[in-house]
């Protein structure tokens, strides 16, 4: 049962251009979503969230964009540099409705940015 | 920067005996939990652990997994008899309070059993 899907397992873009990576969810419980960033041998590192009462979040070349109606978000990169290149975990939980935050993950999109 | 610290770095077992892997969350945190990661899937919650009880666990969490929090720093997760199926990495995170949800992991423990 996946709750969180990202259906592209892996993504190349050319460096300086626009990264878009995509996550896709069921439950209409989540409200509350995280995109997290891994490299190998390393825990996943928190990027940027978002909560359901918006639909947009900015943090510097990240931007994550909610579409409730469609149940999508997306994180754009840009500029994308090569040091972004990693595993991108999309996460969603449901902050409000009693649960301890646990966190469910999607299956993760590997970017790989070239100079 | 405050980290989540995870030791060992990667055990190896043999089938049906007891590990224990080790955290210690960032200090002032008051959430902690255990996700894993089999090797090519996606990250899984297996529990969450707060105010010295277990607050929520998934269906992956059965009997032979425990969590135990011995002391003000520490945090483990013991697996009495494991299985071949156990092999995976195992994060340990830890969130400062309800409405923080930027977890902090740690870089993870890899338990391959043979």
């Known amino acids: 049962d996946q709750q969180v899907k990202q259906n592209s397992p892996s993504l190349s873009v050319q460096e300086g251009r626009i990264s878009i990576l995509n996550c896709d969810y069921t439950n209409s419980m989540f409200d509350y979503f995280l995109w997290y960033k891994k490299y190998p041998a390393e825990g996943p590192t928190f990027l940027i969230s978002i909560s359901s009462i918006k639909d947009k979040n900015e943090d510097g070349r990240f931007t994550v964009f909610l579409n409730k109606s469609a149940k999508h978000l997306s994180l754009h990169i840009v500029p994308s540099q090569p040091g972004d290149s990693a595993v991108y975990f999309c996460a969603a939980t449901s902050a409000y409705g009693g649960s301890q935050g646990n966190l469910i993950f999607g299956k993760g999109t590997k970017l790989s940015v070239k100079p | 920067e405050p980290e989540v610290t995870q030791t060992p770095s990667h055990q190896v077992t043999q089938m049906g005996q007891e590990v224990i892997l080790r955290c210690v969350p960032i200090s002032n945190h008051l959430y902690f939990y255990w996700y894993r990661q089999i090797l090519g899937q996606k990250v899984e919650f297996l529990v969450s652990f707060y105010n010295n009880e277990i607050s929520e666990k998934s269906e992956i969490f059965d009997d032979q997994f425990s969590v135990e929090r011995p002391d003000g720093s520490n945090f483990t997760l013991k697996i009495r008899s494991t299985k071949l199926e156990d092999s995976a990495m195992y994060f340990c995170?830890?969130?400062?309070?309800?409405?923080?949800?930027?977890?902090?992991f740690g870089s993870g423990t890899r338990l391959t059993v043979v």
């Open positions: 995170a830890s969130r400062l309070d309800r409405l923080n949800y930027g977890y902090t």
